[in-house]
């Protein structure tokens, strides 16, 4: 099915030049109209949590269609910064820092890190700001996230844009016991690890290390887009990195159990645009995979796969080959945006 689904799909990238652009240049206009690329156009937020709260960037006008942006795992709210300015300017984004993450608050020493605090802090967010229906963009862990929330609340998310994951990591019942026994060993030496102080590197040497750590997929100005909220600097003009280290390893509690997550996921309703970079593994075996495809196909209002050129960041990287198709995605629905 899989292999079908991408014969058939490769085609759909390539829109005609004519409709691409009149996306793309629409988009254009209208930010410059709006003064959306000024880099002071977004307000800091903190959301508060029972340890702190979280961090985010607000965009947009207030009465706009709301989308809630969720970056993917060791990354921040700042994944979005390229992509957003050429988001259509009628939307009300929230692009959020996960706990741990970004500016956004530590959990306290002995408090693991759950992948359902994750699925919380989305109903705590949309709470928060008083959404009672909206969107969601995620990459990577947060498309993850997107689909596991509207499948639990499928009342509330009229749509998810998911990037480069096409479906939940998952693992079969089979191994549950080793995949959670190995999580909380590492846990138990990620957290021993905080006794110390944290490593201390010049701001060109955290450079250095935050591309190599993303496998060189991020370019030099994607890097210093996430180091924005991704360090710290200290008076001695040295930095550390502002994460916890401790989201190395997220105990799902279960949560990713293949048996129970495909249960769960049977539950989705909205429409659902999954952009799948090429250069970039699937993540998955073809047989889940498929299974979570049929889902997709059956329970979504609609449902859209689209492969673009470009590697696991395409949207930090080259977000012009993605905007057009989340643009005309948005438009192309019950909404006014």
């Known amino acids: 099915m899989w292999r079908n689904c991408t014969l058939k799909l490769r085609k759909l990238p390539t829109l005609s030049s004519l409709l691409r652009n009149r996306f793309y240049n629409q988009t254009n206009r209208a930010m410059q109209e709006n003064r959306i690329q000024n880099e002071n156009s977004f307000k800091e937020l903190q959301i508060p949590i029972n340890y702190g709260y979280l961090a985010a960037k607000e965009y947009g006008p207030l009465t706009g269609e709301k989308l809630l942006a969720l970056h993917g795992w060791q990354d921040n709210a700042g994944s979005f910064d390229t992509l957003i300015p050429l988001l259509h300017p009628n939307l009300h984004i929230v692009a959020v820092d996960h706990a741990g993450q970004g500016l956004s608050s530590h959990k306290p020493l002995g408090y693991p890190y759950y992948s359902l605090d994750y699925i919380n802090h989305i109903k705590l967010i949309v709470d928060y700001l008083k959404w009672e229906k909206f969107s ?94 991704g360090i710290k600097r200290l008076e ?102």
Not at 145 to 157: G, H, K, R, T
Not at 160 to 183: C, F, H, M, Q, W
Not at 301 to 317: M, R
């Open 136 to 229: 969601i963009l995620g990459h990577s862990m947060g498309s993850s996230l997107a689909i596991i929330f509207s499948s639990i609340y499928p009342e509330i998310v009229n749509k998810i844009i998911g990037i480069d994951l096409l479906k939940p990591i998952t693992y079969s019942s089979e191994i549950a016991s080793k995949v959670l026994r190995n999580n909380i060993n590492r846990y138990v030496k990620l957290e021993g690890k905080l006794k110390s102080n944290p490593p201390v590197y010049s701001e060109e040497e955290a450079l250095r290390i935050l591309i190599e750590s993303r496998n060189g997929e991020i370019n030099e100005e994607g890097a210093k887009i996430l180091m924005k909220r």
């Open 236 to 337: 001695t003009g040295k930095v550390i990195f502002s994460r916890d280290i401790r989201i190395q390893s997220v105990l799902d509690s279960g949560l990713a159990c293949t048996e129970a997550l495909k249960a769960i996921v049977s539950n989705i309703q909205c429409d659902l645009l999954l952009i799948k970079a090429k250069e970039s593994p699937i993540y998955t075996d073809e047989e889940s995979l498929n299974e979570f495809m049929g889902i997709y196909k059956t329970k979504c209002k609609s449902f859209k796969l689209v492969q673009v050129e470009g590697n696991h960041f395409v949207h930090l990287n080259n977000p012009e080959r993605v905007a057009p198709i989340i643009n005309s995605f948005l438009l192309n629905t019950k909404s006014n945006i």
